[in-house]
């Protein structure tokens, strides 16, 4: 699980999200910070070392963003498993390579963040808003100089395996190969992301 740098479990109220995850993991999220050209805010917990779960929502207190927020969250009814992130090193080399396999991750950004401590984090990352593969196909992240957020998260759980359902998974592994990521694939109804995670209470599946 080293290529995962993080899951996005995307809920349309912070604080009912964050109590969902400690219901079924058992350890709860602390705040992380504001995005304020996304219109969102989050918690995080760790999943690993180098790989955390974060729980992402809109804020109340930022105006509307330009675009629609991240992973459809305005039109979520409940938290779900939306999206995942994949740590690279070579954005450059990984977007051009995925370009000529026919999967087009869109233009490589800056982001950051302030922590509720005052610190900044920095990143560069492909669009989020470019969603392929109904989800299922990650955007690329780098941290750079940066410590990754789950150095400071609460710990607690382990990310076991990261696994995807699909109507056409061919379509998709075909994608998941073209970006150079390994992801198990199956066959299913409707698109889906499934997370086996390790906790205190022994092994559960967040979707």
Known sequence: MNVVDHLIYAAPHLDAGVERLESILGVRAIPGGRHPSYGTRNALLALGPEAYLEVLAPDPDAPPPER???????????????AWAARNSDLEGRVEAAHRGGV??????????ERPDGSVLAWRLTDPHVV???????????????????????????LLRLRAEHPDPARIGAMLLALGVELAVESGRAPALIATIGTARGEVELT
């Open 68 to 82: 629609p927020r991240l992973f459809e969250i305005d039109r979520l009814d409940a938290p779900k498993l939306a």
């Open 104 to 113: 087009k991750l869109g233009e490589i950004q800056s982001g950051g963040r």
């Open 132 to 158: 392929l593969g109904d989800g299922i196909i990650p955007f690329l992240i780098d941290w750079g100089t940066t410590e990754s957020p789950a150095r400071a998260a609460p710990k607690g759980c382990t």
